[in-house]
């Protein structure tokens, strides 16, 4: 089982300090299930690799265990390929770069440099795209080598280990924390017993990156090995680190309590999110703008899709901008993923050239907060001026609140909506606007379809607009 982490900061050496493992030095130590060796295959002032060997004893293993013996606890992959004991073993050779600390070169510890950790044979129950999707969103460029199960028959396909590679300008401790908790979540066979201690570990290393990772369920029921009511809390947990920044909107927050008890039960925000983001993937749009962006949530899922070339949000409110930059951890982020979204400040209603050559403007539960006047112009602004190929324009279905029993009769979803339109009224107004500006509408609904206790069909709780423009 081999992990080697290879660094072009220069000096390279810096690697010897921060792993505190001296790079002239091979060393080994005893573990559980066998023994682990470092040391460095090259140590020069422009490149610099350290490796982590584990000498995996699968005779030790089942050695003085009770039950009956079976082939496969003697004959089986676990001396290569790498698992949850590769993880084990970085927390106890590495584990003070995996804390964070170096006293030497303090300094060192919370600076992101260019590293690359490859594992040749890591079992991946996900294929590549699994892999891709938990380590693209956390700024890696993810390089996998899959192979045949056996070259003599091609017919069984490629084997669930594969070849790994992954790189990025990031602290050591943070490579170390995403392999720490990625590779068991990889490998998804626990091969040593989930304590309830288990939640804590994932939450101290999943700080700072696991709450707002877009596939957290997943790692966490996964690494908790889907024992369910363990999972169900650090989901719990991870959901309230991710709204921390929410605690401290008052009165400004956009998120109207109403609203937000209907959204909570149909967790809509997310399904509006996902069509919207799929709308655009299968149209092959690159360069995206979110008018009236609000706190970030859908910048967030367009960031952590590399597909994604350029995102921009604009919102008008500053303290919303302030918010998703909070969320998007705009500071903290690599340089390559920093350079793909952009945070402006503006309104709707104004020509404004900053939001003009993208392939598509997303209106996600914008227009219903601009009165009519307003609308007027906000409509002139995007689809005559800035007139991308493709607008997505999402927005309350008033005859879905009946299903809503928080929502007094004839009330809005949010205390600053001017309007909230029926189905024919939305269509009513993407009609107007195809004729005038040269686009053609096709409408949908987003979320479950309501239907009243008389059997009247009052359709999903968000219409959506897709407009193409024809010219
Ligand atoms: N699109 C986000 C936020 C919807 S709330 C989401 O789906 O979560 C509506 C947002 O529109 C608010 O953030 C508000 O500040 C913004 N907004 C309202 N009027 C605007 C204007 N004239 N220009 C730009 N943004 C505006």
Redesign the pocket.
């Given at each position: 089982m081999l992990l080697s982490i290879t660094t072009t900061h220069a000096p390279a050496t810096d690697l010897g300090y921060l792993l505190h493992k001296h790079p002239d030095r091979a060393q080994t130590y005893d573990l559980a299930f066998g023994r682990a060796h470092v040391f460095y295959p090259e140590a020069g002032e422009s490149r610099c690799t350290a490796c982590l060997v584990i000498d995996v004893d699968p005779v030790g293993l089942v050695r003085g265990k009770p039950g009956e013996r079976t082939l496969d606890q003697y004959v089986n992959d676990r001396p290569y390929a790498a698992s949850s004991m590769l993880a084990v073993a970085i927390a106890r050779v590495f584990g003070t770069a995996l804390s964070g600390i170096c006293k030497p070169r303090p300094d060192l510890v919370t600076t992101p440099i260019p590293l690359e950790a490859s594992i040749p044979a890591l079992p991946c129950r996900g294929g590549p795209e699994l892999l891709r999707r938990l380590f693209e969103p956390l700024g890696y460029t993810v390089s996998a080598v899959t192979r045949p199960l056996d070259t003599a028959f091609p017919s069984w396909g490629d084997s669930a280990v594969i070849g790994v590679s992954i790189s990025g300008t990031v602290t050591l401790t943070d490579l170390l924390s995403h392999l720490y908790v990625l590779i068991p979540v990889l490998d998804n066979e626990k091969h040593y017993w989930v304590g309830d201690d288990e939640v804590a570990k994932l939450l101290r290393h999943g700080e700072g990156w696991l709450a707002r990772h877009p596939e957290r369920e997943l790692i966490a029921r996964r690494f908790l090995k889907y024992r369910r009511n363990l999972a169900d809390e650090c989901i719990r947990q991870l959901r309230e680190q991710d709204g921390d920044a929410q605690a401290d909107i008052d009165a400004e927050s956009?998120v109207d309590p109403r609203e937000e008890e209907g959204e909570r039960k149909l967790s809509l925000?997310q399904q509006?999110h996902g069509v919207i983001v799929s709308v655009l993937e299968a149209r092959g749009v690159r360069r995206v703008v979110?008018?009236?962006?609000?706190?970030g949530?859908?910048l967030r899922d367009l960031l952590s899709r590399p597909f994604f070339e350029k995102v921009l949000g604009?919102?008008?409110?500053h303290r919303?901008l302030e918010i998703a930059a909070d969320r998007l951890h705009l500071e903290r982020l690599p340089p390559r993923q920093r350079e793909r979204i952009e945070l402006i400040h503006?309104?709707?209603?104004y020509r404004d050239r900053r939001i003009e050559g993208f392939d598509a403007a997303i209106l996600?539960?914008?227009i219903e907060?601009?009165d009519e006047p307003?609308l007027e112009a906000?409509t002139e602004v995007v689809f005559r001026v800035a007139k991308p190929g493709l607008v997505i324009v999402t927005t309350p279905n008033r005859e879905y609140n009946v299903m809503w029993e928080s929502l007094t009769a004839g009330a809005t979803r949010h205390k600053d909506h001017r309007f909230e339109w029926s189905r024919d009224e939305f269509r009513a107004w993407a009609d107007t606007v195809c004729a005038r500006f040269g686009y053609s509408c096709e409408t949908s609904g987003i979320g479950d379809p309501g239907i009243t206790p008389d059997g009247h069909a009052v359709g999903c709780p968000t219409q959506m607009g897709v407009f193409s423009r024809v010219t």
């Amino acid at each position: 089982m081999l992990l080697s982490i290879t660094t072009t900061h220069a000096p390279a050496t810096d690697l010897g300090y921060l792993l505190h493992k001296h790079p002239d030095r091979a060393q080994t130590y005893d573990l559980a299930f066998g023994r682990a060796h470092v040391f460095y295959p090259e140590a020069g002032e422009s490149r610099c690799t350290a490796c982590l060997v584990i000498d995996v004893d699968p005779v030790g293993l089942v050695r003085g265990k009770p039950g009956e013996r079976t082939l496969d606890q003697y004959v089986n992959d676990r001396p290569y390929a790498a698992s949850s004991m590769l993880a084990v073993a970085i927390a106890r050779v590495f584990g003070t770069a995996l804390s964070g600390i170096c006293k030497p070169r303090p300094d060192l510890v919370t600076t992101p440099i260019p590293l690359e950790a490859s594992i040749p044979a890591l079992p991946c129950r996900g294929g590549p795209e699994l892999l891709r999707r938990l380590f693209e969103p956390l700024g890696y460029t993810v390089s996998a080598v899959t192979r045949p199960l056996d070259t003599a028959f091609p017919s069984w396909g490629d084997s669930a280990v594969i070849g790994v590679s992954i790189s990025g300008t990031v602290t050591l401790t943070d490579l170390l924390s995403h392999l720490y908790v990625l590779i068991p979540v990889l490998d998804n066979e626990k091969h040593y017993w989930v304590g309830d201690d288990e939640v804590a570990k994932l939450l101290r290393h999943g700080e700072g990156w696991l709450a707002r990772h877009p596939e957290r369920e997943l790692i966490a029921r996964r690494f908790l090995k889907y024992r369910r009511n363990l999972a169900d809390e650090c989901i719990r947990q991870l959901r309230e680190q991710d709204g921390d920044a929410q605690a401290d909107i008052d009165a400004e927050s956009t998120v109207d309590p109403r609203e937000e008890e209907g959204e909570r039960k149909l967790s809509l925000h997310q399904q509006r999110h996902g069509v919207i983001v799929s709308v655009l993937e299968a149209r092959g749009v690159r360069r995206v703008v979110d008018l009236g962006c609000g706190e970030g949530h859908l910048l967030r899922d367009l960031l952590s899709r590399p597909f994604f070339e350029k995102v921009l949000g604009m919102d008008v409110a500053h303290r919303s901008l302030e918010i998703a930059a909070d969320r998007l951890h705009l500071e903290r982020l690599p340089p390559r993923q920093r350079e793909r979204i952009e945070l402006i400040h503006g309104s709707l209603l104004y020509r404004d050239r900053r939001i003009e050559g993208f392939d598509a403007a997303i209106l996600c539960e914008v227009i219903e907060h601009l009165d009519e006047p307003r609308l007027e112009a906000a409509t002139e602004v995007v689809f005559r001026v800035a007139k991308p190929g493709l607008v997505i324009v999402t927005t309350p279905n008033r005859e879905y609140n009946v299903m809503w029993e928080s929502l007094t009769a004839g009330a809005t979803r949010h205390k600053d909506h001017r309007f909230e339109w029926s189905r024919d009224e939305f269509r009513a107004w993407a009609d107007t606007v195809c004729a005038r500006f040269g686009y053609s509408c096709e409408t949908s609904g987003i979320g479950d379809p309501g239907i009243t206790p008389d059997g009247h069909a009052v359709g999903c709780p968000t219409q959506m607009g897709v407009f193409s423009r024809v010219t």
